[in-house]
């Protein structure tokens, strides 16, 4: 069966430092994989998805970017991090057909100080 | 474009009441829709889709819920509330164009005793 990691679970980073997030997928080929984020526990935003390795593409311009340097491997990154990417970050992923939905990640709560 | 929308920030029921979270959809041709609930500091869980066939569709924990074609709908719907249900709960579309979910901004149902 297929299964999503993320992690880690909880991040304190102060302002100005780099950050990393990882999700990898286990159980299938070739997904398609995403990276939301959700603040204020409310509405999810859409930051980046990818159809394939180094397939990246960008839905909001801010201070983060995304790599997907293997197949089931979707990396979230940030040189340097500010106040206002505090938030809870969810991956996500999908099979390329078009009946199936997303299975999600356990998330990660990111606070900045 | 294609677009859902959750007209309930929030949702109040007593519990072993019948309870009814909102959604309506826009899109162009055959919908699929979804729901999908999230518990704090969780990821989102998958409960039902609606791809095509019979318009009341049945998923997990005992929630289903009835397509409407001519009102655009897909309400999400239990027949007796548990504390337990009280989560954030997410609608969302496909869109056919890209294969990536549309997600309403959510709806916090609470259930009390």
């Known amino acids: 069966s297929q299964t999503i990691h993320q992690w880690p679970a909880t991040l304190v980073q102060p302002v100005g430092s780099p950050l990393s997030l990882e999700c990898t997928v286990e159980g299938t080929s070739n997904p398609n994989l995403y990276w939301y984020r959700q603040a204020a526990g409310r509405g999810l935003q859409l930051l980046f998805y990818s159809v394939g390795i180094g397939q990246i593409s960008s839905e909001v311009p801010q201070n983060l970017s995304a790599s997907r340097p293997q197949d089931r491997q979707f990396i979230l990154s940030s040189k340097k991090l500010l106040l206002s990417d505090s938030g809870f970050y969810l991956c996500?992923?999908?099979?390329?057909?078009?009946?199936?939905?997303?299975?999600f990640g356990s998330g990660t709560r990111l606070t900045v100080v | 474009a294609q677009s859902v929308a959750q007209p309930e920030d929030q949702v109040n029921v007593a519990e072993g009441n019948p309870l009814t979270v909102k959604c309506t959809y826009s899109?162009?041709?055959?919908?699929?829709l979804f729901w999908y609930v999230q518990y704090p500091n969780r990821g989102l869980q998958f409960l039902l889709k609606?791809?095509?066939?019979?318009?009341l569709v049945k998923g997990s924990y005992g929630f289903e819920a009835e397509f409407n074609k001519s009102q655009t709908s897909f309400h999400l719907k239990k027949p007796s509330a548990l504390v337990s249900d009280s989560a954030l709960y997410f609608c969302?579309?496909?869109?056919?164009?890209?294969?990536?979910?549309?997600f309403g901004q959510g709806t916090t149902l609470q259930v009390k005793p």
């Open positions: 609606y791809i095509t066939g019979d318009n």
């Open positions: 899109v162009s041709g055959n919908p699929y």
């Open positions: 969302a579309v496909r869109d056919m164009q890209t294969g990536k979910l549309i």
């Open positions: 996500a992923w999908s099979p390329g057909s078009s009946g199936a939905g997303y299975t």
